[in-house]
């Protein structure tokens, strides 16, 4: 069974930091892409950024770019988003989610770790 | 960037009824779009991908179709387990993005 386990919200003040974790078991991580998606609260879903299976690509949302950082560990099965410069408008639920084979769609999701940028 | 749109922003429906919700991209997408179900306090499930391919063991009283711009979901008889909030996304260019969502609730 795919299992998907996030890590590492928590309360963060106005342009801190934060690092999110996420570890994957029940398939071989270092086959899929990879991505993280975010709720506000009471809001609809946000695609945040996709990851390669090497690494070696990453695309993101504008929102962003130059703030927000993936990278992944494939010997540890894990995927992190190491979050700088945090504003009050990435409060949200962050679900690490695996992509499907064709690179399309999310096939499987986290429960998801929420961040609070608050002061 | 490509935007998303769907239509209703919420239905009001019946157990039994058919259901359809529509999705528009702000420019072609192929067929690269994509259905999910969440329900308060859980993750959003995949149901369809490639515009009309039923994900594994989800029923077949849900349907997708379209293609370029435009795509719909349907429900044939509506369950109780069915009222949720419903998602398109796209894909192109190795990025997605979402629908601001449809939400299905008792009539």
């Known amino acids: 069974e795919v299992q998907l386990v996030e890590s590492g919200g928590g309360l963060v003040q106005p342009g801190g930091s934060s690092r999110l974790s996420c570890v994957g078991t029940g398939f071989t991580f270092s086959r899929y892409w990879m991505s993280w998606v975010r709720q506000a609260p009471g809001k609809g879903l946000e695609w945040v950024v996709n990851i390669k299976q090497d690494g070696s690509e990453k695309y993101y949302v504008d929102s962003v770019k130059g703030r927000f950082t993936v990278s992944r560990d494939n010997a540890k099965n894990s995927l992190f988003l190491q979050m700088n410069s945090l504003r009050a408008e990435d409060t949200a639920l962050y679900f690490c989610?695996?992509?499907?084979?064709?690179?399309?769609?999310?096939?499987?999701w986290g429960q998801g770790t929420q961040v609070t940028v608050s002061s | 960037d490509i935007q998303m749109t769907q239509s209703p922003s919420t239905l009001s429906a019946s157990v039994g009824d058919r259901v359809t919700i529509t999705c528009r991209a702000s420019q072609s997408v192929s067929r690269w779009l994509a259905w999910y179900q969440q329900k308060p306090g859980k993750a959003p499930k995949l149901l369809i991908y490639e515009a009309s391919t039923l994900q594994t063991g989800v029923p077949s009283r849900f349907s997708g179709s379209g293609s370029g711009p435009e795509f719909t979901l349907t429900i044939n008889s509506l369950q109780p387990d069915d009222f949720a909030t419903y998602y398109c996304?796209?894909?192109?260019?190795?990025?997605?993005?979402f629908g601001p969502g449809t939400k299905v609730d008792i009539k």
């Open positions: 989610a695996r992509v499907d084979d064709y690179g399309t769609a999310v096939d499987s």
């Open positions: 996304q796209q894909y192109n260019s190795f990025s997605f993005t």
